[in-house]
């Protein structure tokens, strides 16, 4: 089997999420038998968010550092579980000599119906997600609020929360299009259809490895 590279600490709790799906979701009979995982929570990269909108340092370098470390530990493959940081991807994935699972490339190949995404204003500005409904300006600050108030100390806005999901009654489906997102909404939370890019990232993850889904 090979050995998983995750690029982590974007944040933090959403590298422990992946880690967790990995594991959760991995057939095995005995502790030998689960993957060889690589982290490098490397939380000291900047936001991806704050680049995009013109706010903050180039994250680029960073993520590459991380990636090359990875690589020289060992990783046959790597994962990065941070949707904003897919737009740096073809620019890390150019530095490094072993592939990079692409998050959204995986998850748009599960999608059946209209779907709205929920995401990071960095996200929405670059359209990392094609073919999808966006929510109005408000709503993003609201997702963008429930996103860096969980990143602060794993604290959901309740009330925020079901702000944002009393408006989403038009949709067949949402896009947690950020990591922090499945941490935040569960599907008990709503009777629309929730769709976790983290969950598709670890079953990507898993299979590509070379060990069998649960």
């Not at 995750?6 to 992946?18: E, H, K, Y």
């Not at 991807?89 to 209209?114: F, G, V």
Request: with cysteine; net charge negative.
């Amino acid at each position: 089997m090979k050995t998983v590279g995750i690029l982590g600490g974007m944040g933090s709790m959403a590298t422990v999420d992946l880690f967790g799906k990995i594991v959760r979701n991995t057939k095995v009979a005995r502790d030998q038998d689960h993957l060889h995982v690589i982290i490098d929570n490397y939380p000291q990269i900047p936001d991806r968010t704050d680049y995009i909108l013109k706010r903050g340092l180039d994250p680029t370098d960073k993520m590459i550092e991380a990636a090359k470390r990875l690589e020289e530990a060992g990783a046959d493959i790597l994962a990065m579980p941070c949707n904003t940081a897919h737009y740096f991807y073809d620019r890390i994935q150019a530095s490094i000599n072993i592939p990079i699972i692409h998050m959204m490339k995986e998850t748009k190949k599960r999608l059946k119906s209209e779907v709205v995404l929920l995401a990071t204003e960095g996200t929405y500005a670059v359209g990392l997600y094609k073919d999808v409904l966006i929510p109005n300006d408000t709503m993003k600050k609201d997702i963008m609020t429930l996103i860096y108030t969980y990143k602060k100390d794993q604290t959901i806005d309740v009330g925020l929360k079901e702000k944002v999901l009393n408006q989403l009654d038009y949709t067949e489906g949402i896009i947690l299009g950020c990591t922090e997102l499945p941490l935040i909404f569960k599907q008990e939370d709503t009777p629309i259809p929730l769709i976790d890019p983290t969950q598709v990232l670890a079953e990507e993850i898993i299979v590509q490895a070379g060990a069998k889904l649960i």
